[in-house]
Protein backbone atom coordinates (compact mmCIF):
# COMPACT_ATOMS: atom_id res chain seq x y z
CA UNK A 1 0.00 0.00 0.00
CA UNK A 2 1.52 3.59 -1.19
CA UNK A 3 2.50 5.61 1.99
CA UNK A 4 0.45 8.82 2.52
CA UNK A 5 1.52 10.28 5.27
CA UNK A 6 4.41 13.58 5.10
CA UNK A 7 5.74 14.93 8.22
CA UNK A 8 5.33 18.93 8.27
CA UNK A 9 8.36 20.26 10.28
CA UNK A 10 7.70 23.96 10.05
CA UNK A 11 6.43 26.10 13.05
CA UNK A 12 4.14 28.60 12.42
CA UNK A 13 3.98 30.45 10.23
CA UNK A 14 4.52 28.06 7.57
CA UNK A 15 3.27 25.02 9.30
CA UNK A 16 -0.63 25.34 8.79
CA UNK A 17 -0.15 26.66 4.86
CA UNK A 18 2.17 23.83 4.05
CA UNK A 19 0.11 21.41 5.74
CA UNK A 20 -2.89 22.96 3.72
CA UNK A 21 -0.75 22.34 0.33
CA UNK A 22 0.16 18.92 1.04
CA UNK A 23 -3.75 18.14 1.45
CA UNK A 24 -4.95 19.92 -1.91
CA UNK A 25 -2.57 17.24 -3.61
CA UNK A 26 -3.78 14.11 -1.74
CA UNK A 27 -1.38 13.89 0.90
CA UNK A 28 -2.09 13.08 4.60
CA UNK A 29 -0.50 16.03 6.24
CA UNK A 30 0.66 15.44 10.21
CA UNK A 31 1.80 18.62 12.00
CA UNK A 32 5.32 17.35 13.70
CA UNK A 33 6.96 21.45 14.87
CA UNK A 34 10.21 20.94 15.55
CA UNK A 35 11.00 24.50 16.77
CA UNK A 36 9.60 26.82 19.33
CA UNK A 37 9.43 30.25 18.08
CA UNK A 38 9.51 33.25 21.23
CA UNK A 39 8.55 36.90 19.42
CA UNK A 40 9.91 39.57 20.87
CA UNK A 41 8.46 43.18 21.87
CA UNK A 42 7.94 45.42 18.37
CA UNK A 43 10.72 46.66 17.38
CA UNK A 44 11.04 50.17 17.94
CA UNK A 45 11.25 52.50 14.53
CA UNK A 46 14.41 53.35 13.47
CA UNK A 47 15.91 55.00 10.47
CA UNK A 48 17.05 52.65 7.77
CA UNK A 49 16.90 52.39 3.97
CA UNK A 50 15.60 48.83 3.90
CA UNK A 51 14.96 45.84 6.47
CA UNK A 52 15.64 42.14 5.45
CA UNK A 53 14.06 39.36 6.23
CA UNK A 54 15.77 36.14 6.79
CA UNK A 55 12.47 34.44 8.08
CA UNK A 56 8.51 35.35 8.55
CA UNK A 57 8.91 34.72 11.95
CA UNK A 58 10.76 38.66 12.33
CA UNK A 59 8.04 40.46 11.09
CA UNK A 60 5.80 40.25 14.37
CA UNK A 61 8.24 42.50 15.71
CA UNK A 62 8.09 44.70 12.89
CA UNK A 63 4.50 45.24 13.25
CA UNK A 64 4.78 49.29 14.15
CA UNK A 65 6.95 50.08 10.99
CA UNK A 66 5.54 51.96 8.08
CA UNK A 67 4.04 50.08 5.24
CA UNK A 68 6.44 51.57 2.84
CA UNK A 69 9.91 51.09 3.91
CA UNK A 70 11.94 48.41 1.77
CA UNK A 71 11.38 44.85 3.52
CA UNK A 72 13.97 42.31 1.52
CA UNK A 73 12.89 38.68 2.27
CA UNK A 74 14.76 35.83 2.15
CA UNK A 75 12.28 34.22 -0.35
CA UNK A 76 8.47 34.16 -1.96
CA UNK A 77 6.72 33.23 0.86
CA UNK A 78 8.00 35.27 3.74
CA UNK A 79 7.66 38.33 0.87
CA UNK A 80 3.84 36.77 0.98
CA UNK A 81 3.48 37.00 4.91
CA UNK A 82 5.13 40.79 4.40
CA UNK A 83 2.38 41.43 2.15
CA UNK A 84 -0.37 39.89 4.36
CA UNK A 85 0.63 42.33 6.52
CA UNK A 86 0.42 45.40 4.98
CA UNK A 87 3.67 46.18 3.61
CA UNK A 88 3.74 47.33 0.38
CA UNK A 89 7.35 47.78 -0.87
CA UNK A 90 8.64 44.01 -0.65
CA UNK A 91 11.26 42.32 -2.83
CA UNK A 92 12.20 38.47 -2.49
CA UNK A 93 15.34 36.85 -2.76
CA UNK A 94 15.67 32.89 -3.85
CA UNK A 95 15.01 31.34 -0.69
CA UNK A 96 18.22 31.36 1.31
CA UNK A 97 20.70 33.23 3.05
CA UNK A 98 23.39 33.03 0.69
CA UNK A 99 20.69 34.23 -2.33
CA UNK A 100 19.58 37.26 0.58
CA UNK A 101 23.78 38.21 0.45
CA UNK A 102 23.35 38.10 -3.23
CA UNK A 103 20.47 40.06 -3.90
CA UNK A 104 21.37 43.06 -1.40
CA UNK A 105 25.03 43.08 -2.83
CA UNK A 106 23.05 43.32 -6.20
CA UNK A 107 20.63 45.70 -5.36
CA UNK A 108 23.54 47.84 -3.28
CA UNK A 109 21.45 47.52 -0.05
CA UNK A 110 24.92 47.29 2.17
CA UNK A 111 25.94 48.62 4.96
CA UNK A 112 24.63 50.41 8.53
CA UNK A 113 21.34 51.13 6.26
CA UNK A 114 20.57 47.95 6.35
CA UNK A 115 19.02 46.34 8.81
CA UNK A 116 19.13 42.60 9.66
CA UNK A 117 16.02 41.46 11.61
CA UNK A 118 16.58 37.83 12.94
CA UNK A 119 16.06 35.33 15.53
CA UNK A 120 18.83 35.20 18.46
CA UNK A 121 21.75 33.97 17.09
CA UNK A 122 21.01 33.73 13.66
CA UNK A 123 22.21 35.70 10.72
CA UNK A 124 25.54 37.01 12.24
CA UNK A 125 27.89 35.93 9.30
CA UNK A 126 24.91 37.48 7.03
CA UNK A 127 25.22 40.64 9.40
CA UNK A 128 29.04 40.91 8.88
CA UNK A 129 28.81 39.78 5.08
CA UNK A 130 26.61 42.81 4.87
CA UNK A 131 28.30 44.96 6.83
CA UNK A 132 24.88 45.42 8.27
CA UNK A 133 23.01 46.08 11.15
CA UNK A 134 21.07 43.23 12.72
CA UNK A 135 18.40 43.03 15.69
CA UNK A 136 17.08 40.28 17.38
CA UNK A 137 13.18 39.65 16.22
CA UNK A 138 12.45 36.29 18.14
CA UNK A 139 14.29 33.81 20.15
CA UNK A 140 14.30 29.96 18.56
CA UNK A 141 14.59 26.71 20.73
CA UNK A 142 14.01 23.34 19.79
CA UNK A 143 11.82 20.59 20.58
CA UNK A 144 12.90 17.72 22.32
CA UNK A 145 10.63 15.16 21.19
CA UNK A 146 8.39 14.46 17.87
CA UNK A 147 4.44 14.87 17.96
CA UNK A 148 2.68 11.34 19.30
CA UNK A 149 1.38 11.58 15.61
CA UNK A 150 4.51 11.76 13.71
CA UNK A 151 6.12 9.03 16.10
CA UNK A 152 3.08 6.81 14.83
CA UNK A 153 3.47 7.33 11.46
CA UNK A 154 6.87 6.51 10.86
CA UNK A 155 6.77 4.04 12.97
CA UNK A 156 3.90 2.11 11.31
CA UNK A 157 5.81 2.74 7.86
CA UNK A 158 3.47 5.18 6.60
CA UNK A 159 5.63 8.30 6.17
CA UNK A 160 6.55 9.15 2.45
CA UNK A 161 8.63 12.02 3.15
CA UNK A 162 9.49 14.62 5.99
CA UNK A 163 9.41 18.19 4.84
CA UNK A 164 12.42 20.44 6.43
CA UNK A 165 12.26 24.22 5.66
CA UNK A 166 15.63 25.32 7.57
CA UNK A 167 18.72 23.65 8.58
CA UNK A 168 17.71 24.17 12.52
CA UNK A 169 14.77 22.62 11.56
CA UNK A 170 16.42 19.33 10.38
CA UNK A 171 18.65 19.11 13.43
CA UNK A 172 16.13 19.53 15.73
CA UNK A 173 14.21 16.34 13.94
CA UNK A 174 17.45 14.08 13.86
CA UNK A 175 18.07 14.87 17.40
CA UNK A 176 14.57 13.94 18.91
CA UNK A 177 14.68 10.15 16.96
CA UNK A 178 15.22 7.51 19.27
CA UNK A 179 17.06 4.72 17.72
CA UNK A 180 13.18 2.88 16.11
CA UNK A 181 12.45 6.57 14.52
CA UNK A 182 15.86 6.82 12.93
CA UNK A 183 15.87 3.04 11.64
CA UNK A 184 12.42 3.91 9.99
CA UNK A 185 13.89 6.60 8.35
CA UNK A 186 15.35 4.28 5.44
CA UNK A 187 11.74 3.78 3.58
CA UNK A 188 11.70 7.95 3.66
CA UNK A 189 12.21 11.00 1.49
CA UNK A 190 13.91 13.80 3.09
CA UNK A 191 12.16 16.67 1.07
CA UNK A 192 14.43 19.89 1.39
CA UNK A 193 14.18 23.58 0.64
CA UNK A 194 17.65 24.00 0.23
CA UNK A 195 20.18 22.13 -1.16
CA UNK A 196 22.23 23.72 2.16
CA UNK A 197 19.47 21.71 4.39
CA UNK A 198 20.24 18.44 2.24
CA UNK A 199 23.96 18.79 2.89
CA UNK A 200 23.17 18.60 6.31
CA UNK A 201 21.83 15.45 6.45
CA UNK A 202 23.54 11.87 6.25
CA UNK A 203 22.07 11.05 3.07
CA UNK A 204 22.46 7.37 4.50
CA UNK A 205 19.72 7.41 7.11
CA UNK A 206 17.07 8.30 3.95
CA UNK A 207 15.45 6.81 1.14
CA UNK A 208 16.59 9.64 -0.48
CA UNK A 209 17.44 13.13 0.07
CA UNK A 210 16.05 15.62 -2.37
CA UNK A 211 16.03 19.47 -3.07
CA UNK A 212 14.75 22.10 -3.48
CA UNK A 213 11.07 22.84 -3.15
CA UNK A 214 9.81 20.01 -1.19
CA UNK A 215 5.57 20.44 -2.75
CA UNK A 216 6.72 20.13 -6.31
CA UNK A 217 8.79 17.55 -5.33
CA UNK A 218 6.26 15.11 -3.69
CA UNK A 219 3.64 15.90 -6.75
CA UNK A 220 -0.13 15.37 -6.40
CA UNK A 221 -0.76 11.67 -4.05
CA UNK A 222 -0.58 8.46 -6.57
CA UNK A 223 -2.65 5.66 -5.28
Not at 131 to 145: L, S
Request: a neutral charge.
Amino acid sequence: MPRRAVLVTRPEPGLASTSEALQRQGWEAIACPMLEIQTYEPIAVTDCAAVALTSANALAALKNWPRDRLMVTVGAKTAEHARAMGFSNVRAADGDAEALLEFCRRHNLTGQSLMLACGKGYGLDLAVALGARRIDAYAVTKRQALTDAARDALLSDRVEGVVLYSGKTAEAFMEALGTPERNALSGVRALCLSEAIAASLTEKDWRAVEWPDPLERLGPFVT
